[in-house]
T-cell receptor, first 113, second 118 residues
């Protein structure tokens, strides 16, 4: 059974701090790893990492995929209160699992002013 | 439309009643997915539609759950004889699709329907 584990489960920081969120996976026939930000109900897409794109950056956010270690990190620099949210990691596989994402339990990030 | 839309946004129902949840995917997205998110937990895959192919129903938790999709448009998720453990946020997502084995596309989520079974 495909499995995704995120750590830490929760994190409290102050504005301006840098945070690193972790995601590890055990998936048969890995195809992609995705990061989402969830503030209320709808997860908002951040990044997708694949074998052909193992590093992505957008503003203060960046993410790296380590296929050897079966893991990924999401970095947020100079955090702001608006970064407070649940960050979800999900993995897409091929074969009979094609199409569906397996999600981790999420990391709750709280940024204090 | 501009994004994935879902209705209703909230639904409170009595145990034993049937409910129907609706999802309108992004125009042009041929793949549509349903997930469930219980309080404090990650998303659980329920079902996946792609064009006219048979849906992947492997995540449906029981035969009380069913879903339909008309062509490449609206989908409805039906839960019959609701139980308290069905209380959750039901999220719909859609994506492009370029064939099994083709490149992967990110899934875009709707705002969800919060279902409360009393």
């Amino acid at each position: 059974e495909d499995k995704v584990v995120q750590s830490p489960l929760s994190l409290v920081v102050h504005e301006g701090d840098t945070v690193t969120l972790n995601c590890s996976y055990e998936v048969t026939n890995f195809r992609s790893l995705l990061w989402y930000k969830q503030e209320k109900k709808a997860p908002t897409f951040l990044f997708m990492l694949t074998s052909s794109g193992i590093e992505k950056k957008s503003g203060r956010l960046s993410s790296i995929l380590d296929k050897k270690e079966l893991s990924s990190i999401l970095n947020i620099t100079a955090t702001q209160t608006g970064d407070s949210a649940i960050y979800l990691c999900a993995v897409g596989a091929g074969g009979t699992s094609y199409g569906k994402l397996t999600f981790g339990q999420g990391t709750i990030l709280t940024v204090h002013p | 439309g501009a994004g994935v839309s879902q209705s209703p946004s909230n639904k409170v129902t009595e145990k034993g009643k049937d409910v129907e949840l609706r999802c309108d995917p992004i125009s042009g997205h041929t793949a549509l997915y349903w997930y469930r998110q219980r309080l404090g937990q990650g998303l659980e895959f329920l079902i996946y539609f792609q064009g006219n192919s048979a849906p992947d129903k492997s995540g449906l938790p029981s035969d009380r759950f069913s879903a339909e999709r008309t062509g490449e448009s609206v989908s409805t998720l039906t839960i019959q004889r609701t139980q308290q453990e069905d209380s959750a946020v039901y999220l719909c997502a859609s994506s492009l699709f370029l064939g099994v084995g083709g490149r992967s596309y990110e899934q875009y989520f709707g705002p969800g329907t919060r279902l409360t079974v009393t």
